[in-house]
């Protein structure tokens, strides 16, 4: 009988495919992101500009068309170097794991009402 594998994951993680905004703590200027998937307390992002583990970022989410968009602060937990996507082309260099400094209710319940709709 195979084992099953614990889902260590306390919060819901969704994929959600978004162009967002980011800066590090380093940067005043905002530059574009792809967010891959969204938690409560976190988000997986694509991007052009290499990301190092430790970088503080602000990431500016707009959660549906017409809502404010989120202003959340975290930082970069895990990366990787996206060799695969250089050769197609893709513009998108470095995957990284942010993990936000507390969660954001108003994400929250975004993800709840999609897991509810489901």
Same mark, same amino acid.
């Given at each position: 009988m195979p084992k099953r594998i614990k889902?260590?994951?306390?919060?819901v993680?969704?994929? !959600?495919i978004n162009i967002i905004r980011v800066r590090s703590d380093q940067d005043s200027d905002f530059y574009p992101c792809m967010l891959v998937d969204l938690s409560a307390r976190g988000a997986r992002i694509?991007? =052009?500009?290499?990301?190092?583990?430790? *970088?503080e970022m602000e990431l500016l989410i707009p959660l549906s068309p017409g809502e404010e968009i989120q202003s /959340? &602060?975290? &930082?970069? /937990?895990?990366? =990787?170097? !996206? *060799?695969? !996507?250089k050769e197609y082309n893709f513009g998108v260099e470095y995957m990284g794991g942010v993990e936000f400094?507390? /969660?954001?209710e108003k994400i929250r319940e975004f993800?709840?009402?999609f897991v509810g709709n489901k």
């Open positions: 889902n260590r994951r306390r919060h993680r969704i994929p !959600m694509l991007s =052009q500009f290499r990301i190092t583990i430790g *970088d /959340v &602060k975290g &930082k970069i /937990v895990w990366t =990787q170097e !996206m *060799d695969l !996507m400094d507390c /969660v954001n993800i709840e009402n």
